[in-house]
């Protein structure tokens, strides 16, 4: 009416008049995990498919039964909107994302708290995490801790371990350092997320899986499965 009424007193064009306006309606905040106070930190990337990516934490940590491990922020709904009538545009969800409760850990009935459901090493996996029986070293195997051994459960060493020191165990050994010249037995599989440096009398065996980043000459490497 005004630009209408403004034309015919001025007799002037107008080429643009805005003669109803809408808003449009805003999609919320997705949903997303983080570790509890204990862990500290984001958890892990969002991917396109609503899931986490975790694969660069690398976390290895001792917890208790009934620990809280991780909490999920569930996704929100954005601010509606109006269309040029007047109507009410709803907003969105933002996307839904998935962690699954693996071994060990169970999920409050909300689907928002995970706890471990026994004392053990907590792992944060791709798309779950899982809480295993082990035995956890913090540091690295020398002088200070001897040698290691995990009898039946398996053994995660958040170090390196030292020239002439040993691990062994009945099930699995994952090293998240480098293993010098020493002696690693797993009737499981055997991961060094370092390299082995064997020096020519470095020797690491394991019934199942050898994974290493490297492995340098001189190492003596013997496994019943793929290295």
Not at 90 to 113: C, Y
Request: net charge negative.
């Amino acid at each position: 009416r005004d630009a209408l009424e403004e034309v015919t007193l001025t007799n002037a064009a107008r080429l643009v008049v805005v003669v109803a306006e809408g808003r449009p309606a805003e999609k919320g905040s997705d949903a997303h995990f983080k570790f509890a106070k204990e862990f500290g930190g984001q958890v892990g990337t969002m991917r396109a498919d609503g899931s986490v990516d975790f694969k660069a934490r690398n976390i290895f940590q001792s917890v208790q039964q009934g620990q809280l491990l991780v909490m999920k922020q569930p996704p929100s709904i954005g601010a509606d909107g109006i269309d040029v009538c007047g109507n009410i545009i709803t907003g969105r969800m933002g996307n839904e994302a998935s962690l699954q409760a693996g071994p060990g850990v169970e999920v409050s009935k909300n689907g928002l708290d995970y706890r471990a459901k026994i004392t053990g090493i907590v792992e944060v996996l791709p798309k779950s995490v899982r809480v295993i029986p082990g035995l956890f070293i913090g540091t690295d195997v020398g002088n200070k801790t001897g040698n290691i051994s995990g009898a039946k459960d398996q053994v995660f060493v958040n170090g390196a371990v030292h020239t002439d020191f040993e691990v062994v165990s009945d099930s699995d050994i994952t090293i998240a350092r480098a293993a010098e010249a020493c002696r690693l037995i797993a009737k499981g599989d055997l991961k060094v997320r370092g390299g082995m440096i064997g020096n020519g009398i470095g020797f690491y065996s394991a019934v199942g899986v050898v994974d290493s980043i490297y492995i340098t000459a001189w190492a003596l490497v013997d496994s019943q499965g793929d290295i």
